[in-house]
């Protein structure tokens, strides 16, 4: 069977597995502190329906979040380490669709504190933003490293193998990594499901 052919049944198996649970789809990027986020990149490869997806929530005020920016630069002006600052300004750029801006809030904020997967798992949002797919998953799989538990680099790292880089057997095995973490949620659960019917067409 052809790569585009089984690509497009599994993403049709997503929007038939998960309608009924959407706001824990397979399509969706987790950003910090947040249940889902929808990615906003556009896929490579053949284009996956996206009929399960949810509008996208409205962004901040553009004039507010231009003032809160400019604020926090007056205040990393004067204080190039503070790392509230940093981070609130890279998610800002975040929530008004200024990827490259974000990531380089984010990389002074991990020059300072290198540690917080978090922070890194938003940067690598931003860089599948940006269409850098592979960098994505190093960022991704950094911020696995520093925090063995954490749940949501591990979600991305699936979600870019399986809709921008097409690889269905490595999108398994990054879930399977992310299961051995959290082998009984909700998410976990339609996973493992989900996992299967990818397995059926890949063998």
Known sequence: MKKETIILSVAIAFVVGFVAGAAVGIV??????????PMQAEPSGPV?????????????DPLEAAAKIKALKDILSKDPKNLAAWV?????????NQP????????????????????????????????QFDRAIEEFKKAAQSDTKHLNSRYNIGIVLLHDKQDIKGAIRAWEDYIKVDPSSERAKR???QMERMRAMVK
């Open 28 to 37: 969706y990027m987790v950003k910090k502190g947040e249940t889902l986020r």
């Open 48 to 60: 996956l329906p996206q009929a399960a997806e949810p509008t996208e929530p409205q962004g901040p």
């Open 88 to 96: 609130e300004l890279g998610n800002l750029y975040f929530d008004t």
């Open 100 to 131: 490259q801006e974000a990531i380089e809030a984010y990389q002074r904020y991990l020059a300072l504190k290198p540690d917080n997967a978090d922070v890194r798992t938003d940067m690598g949002i931003m860089y599948r933003k940006l269409g």
């Open 191 to 193: 996973l493992k499901a």
